[in-house]
């Protein structure tokens, strides 16, 4: 098993910042890809940005140029949250898994962020 572990939501004011942390433990020797995803109240769970073992990172077109995913891709990820706006306020998860095996796919519990305007 995999346990994901998320920390670094909250509150914030529109333009402001946060950082988001996950750390994995467990049986990790597989992963090679974490990401965040986002579910905002009313819609599905969406791709934020994810990173893989290599350092190639993709993200959705609506974060680009505000936010940025970093960490080894492994057992910790980070996704730095700049110029936030209102519709980024959604929960927050962490997610692991095996790009190109047959290896789980492992969720977080969720961090809430919160950006007021």
């Known amino acids: 098993q995999v346990q994901l572990v998320e920390s670094g939501g909250g509150l914030v004011q529109a333009g402001g910042s946060l950082r988001l942390s996950c750390v994995a433990s467990?049986?990790?020797?597989?992963?090679?890809?974490m990401g965040w995803y986002r579910q905002a109240p009313g819609q599905q769970r969406e791709l934020v940005a994810i990173?893989?073992?290599?350092?190639?990172t993709n993200y959705a077109n609506s974060v680009k140029g505000r936010f940025t995913i970093s960490g080894n891709a492994k057992n910790t990820v980070y996704l730095q949250m700049n110029s936030l706006k209102p519709e980024d306020t959604a929960v927050y998860y962490c997610?692991?898994?095996?790009?190109?095996?047959?290896?789980?796919?492992?969720w977080g519990q969720g961090t809430q962020v919160t950006v007021s305007s």
């Open positions: 467990g049986r990790i020797f597989s992963i090679n890809a």
């Open positions: 997610n692991a898994r095996q790009l190109g095996g047959i290896g789980g796919d492992y």
């Open positions: 990173i893989i073992s290599s350092g190639t």
